[in-house]
């Protein structure tokens, strides 16, 4: 299994940017297409942003030209590039293989994103 640790969060005002890092423990890593999740208060999580193992992309339509993921298997680290950002974008953002549920044992701690004035 792997696992994964979510960093670069913060405080923004609406038009900022963040640039988030999901750090991987394990030795299978490079083969899990990869996402990243948002989770807002009262709401259900939700995927913003994937990257296949082969480097593949895509996108909510919510976040289309202003999230960019990306992945340096190297270095066994995913990260996410969230530019005009907005304040719905607020919310706790989480890493984990593409594809996982609310029944995936090793959700992290996500690190928390605000936007706001």
């Known amino acids: 299994q792997v696992q994964l640790v979510e960093s670069g969060g913060g405080l923004v005002q609406p038009g900022g940017s963040l640039r988030l890092s999901c750090a991987a423990s394990?030795?299978?890593?490079?083969?899990?297409?990869m996402g990243w999740y948002r989770q807002a208060p009262g709401k259900q999580r939700e995927l913003v942003a994937a990257?296949?193992?082969?480097?593949?992309?895509n996108y909510a339509d919510s976040v289309k030209g202003r999230f960019t993921i990306s992945r340096d298997n190297t270095k066994n680290t995913v990260y996410l590039q969230m530019n005009s950002l907005k304040p719905e974008d607020t919310g706790v953002y989480y890493c984990?293989?593409?594809?996982?549920?609310?029944?995936?044992?090793?959700w992290g701690q996500g690190t928390q994103v605000t936007v706001s004035s």
């Open positions: 990257i296949t193992s082969g480097g593949t992309t």
């Open positions: 984990a293989p593409q594809g996982a549920t609310d029944e995936y044992p090793d």
């Open positions: 394990g030795s299978i890593f490079s083969i899990y297409g």
